[in-house]
Structures are given as C-alpha cells and as structure tokens.
C-alpha cells in the first residue's frame, strides 16, 4: 500500500497525463498549460466586467491562487 496521500496520487497522474498528452515532451506541455492560464484569465476578466456585484453578492474574482 502506498504511503503518498490520494490528493498527491491524483496530482501525479494528472501530470503524466498531461506529459503524455504531448507524447512526453515537457516544453510543449508547459506551453499549452500557460496557454490555458491566460485564456481563463481572460474568460475571468470578462466575466468580471459583465457581472454586477449584487449578482455575486459582493464577491470579486481574484487573478492570482492563494497559496
């Protein structure tokens, strides 16, 4: 049985996945993944311009992940 938490399990696979994807080549896959970062950064943006703040009760989307 192995000692590495599930949440780590997942995250493992979910990266070989993604190395897989790009038939194991690193620089492809980080390209692609910041190419997913700066289109739902941008979907964020517009959707943060179209929403009220009544709509979402006060809450305000943030760019950056805490930590």
Same mark, same amino acid.
């Given at each position: 049985?192995?000692t590495? +938490? @599930?949440?780590?399990?997942?995250? =493992?696979?979910?990266?070989?996945?993604?190395? #897989?994807?790009?038939?194991?080549?690193?620089?492809? @896959?980080? #390209?692609?993944?910041?190419? =997913?970062?700066?289109?739902? *950064?941008?979907?964020?943006?517009?959707?943060?311009?179209?929403?009220? *703040?009544?709509?979402?009760?006060g809450?305000i +989307?943030?760019?950056? *992940?805490?930590?």
């Open positions: 049985m192995s590495k +938490p @599930t949440k780590q399990l997942d995250t =493992d696979f979910e990266v070989e996945a993604a190395l #897989a994807f790009h038939d194991k080549d690193a620089k492809a @896959t980080i #390209a692609t993944l910041l190419g =997913d970062i700066k289109h739902l *950064r941008m979907q964020l943006a517009l959707a943060e311009a179209a929403m009220s *703040r009544g709509m979402t009760r809450w +989307p943030k760019f950056e *992940r805490e930590l």
